[in-house]
């Protein structure tokens, strides 16, 4: 046998070597569930603390980054580090509450499964998060928002 068809012998089983990998691990990805000991955007997990820097670390942090920065590249995350639109606080309960554009919805009443049960946040939580955020990245906003007032956010949203 020539080199040449060697080669090209090997390359096939290299090819299929590949793909078989690949698909065994899609396989293992999908079979599983989540590990994780917190819940997360993607782990429906009840995640039971509601400490805002907790919060931002396991929901948020994960597409807006560790520094609130955002990023572009498979979507776009927008930036919450200095970001002039969470002056409002009523802006940031909507969004956690209902999505916006990409951004899932949070709320227990407008949050969908992907595959299983929603990740949801109780008011407590969207409001401890709202505040942690608007008050760390560089943010300085002092006025805080309650539970009472998601609550009664949720209920403007049809």
């Known amino acids: ?20 990998c690949v698909l065994i691990a899609a396989i293992a990805l999908v079979d599983r569930p989540a590990q ?8 429906a997990a009840t995640l039971i603390t509601t400490d805002g820097r907790e919060i931002f670390e396991q929901v948020c942090q994960g597409c807006h980054m560790q520094n609130g920065q955002g990023a572009v590249g498979a979507g776009h995350y927008p930036a ?10 009523q802006y940031m309960a909507l969004t956690i509450l209902a999505g916006r554009r990409n951004m899932p919805a949070f709320g227990v009443r407008h949050a969908i499964g992907f595959g299983g049960p929603p990740a949801t946040l109780s008011e407590d939580q969207i409001a401890s998060v709202i505040n942690y955020v608007r008050t760390h990245f560089g943010n300085r906003y002092t006025d805080s928002i309650t539970a009472a007032e998601v609550a009664a956010l949720d209920r403007t949203v049809h």
């Open 1 to 20: 046998m020539s080199v040449r068809k060697l080669s090209a012998v090997a390359a096939a089983w290299l090819r299929a070597g590949i793909v078989l």
């Open 36 to 43: 994780a000991d917190t819940a997360g955007i993607l782990d």
């Open 80 to 89: 919450l580090a200095k970001d002039r639109t969470l002056a409002s606080r």
